[in-house]
């Protein structure tokens, strides 16, 4: 006859391999887990990236669109158009924004750096004492910026520009890529 309890001193085979199943199974559901979150924080890092560089490229169609024509005196007696447009880099007159300034012109200036940073620089129009103006880092991570620049709406490549020489006339597109 069998004592209370001694024959539960260990497991029987049985046992042993559902215990086993159950551990293989908690395993499988971890790693698929671990694996669902490392997705859902690519996508979650893809929509942040998305949502900068739409950020970025409103603030530089709102400055754009306000771009105001301007002439000041160049030094010698003549007058000097104040819009500077090449392949890389982007300088206009615009208004304060409101958000940041109060009121005037300012100078503004963007350009992609060696860094992969999409920067704009602004200067009250006049200011002698800041010729660099504010610096803010609009966008991280940029592998090129292009302007492009026509005289119309077009979408008709030989009207467009790769700078923009017109003096004293701004151009009626400006193309961001």
């Known amino acids: ?30 790693a698929n887990a671990f694996n669902s ?7 979650a890092d893809e929509m942040s990236r998305e949502y900068e560089i739409d950020a970025a490229l409103r603030h530089v169609r709102g400055a754009i669109a306000d771009t105001r024509p301007h002439f000041q005196p160049d030094g010698v007696g003549g ?19 409101g958000e940041r300034e109060r009121g005037g012109l300012y100078v503004v200036t963007l350009s992609l750096e060696e860094n992969g940073e999409l920067v704009e620089r602004r200067r009250l129009l006049g200011n002698t004492t800041n010729h660099d103006g504010t610096r803010t880092v609009l966008l991280r991570r940029v592998g090129d910026l292009r302007f492009r620049y026509a005289d119309s709406g077009t ?7 790769v700078e923009w020489a017109a003096s ?10």
Request: with cysteine; glycine share 6%; aromatic share 8%.
């Open 155 to 161: 979408k008709d490549e030989s009207t467009e520009f």
């Open 1 to 30: 006859m069998n004592k209370c309890g001694a024959g539960n001193q260990g497991f029987t085979l049985v046992e042993l391999l559902v215990s086993l199943a159950l551990l293989s199974l908690m395993t499988i559901y971890t």
């Open 168 to 177: 004293g006339s701004l151009p009626q597109v400006i193309h961001v890529q």
């Open 79 to 97: 007058q000097e158009f104040l819009f500077e447009g090449s392949a890389h880099t982007l300088t206009f007159v615009t208004a304060a924004t």
């Open 37 to 43: 979150l490392r997705s859902m924080s690519r996508v």
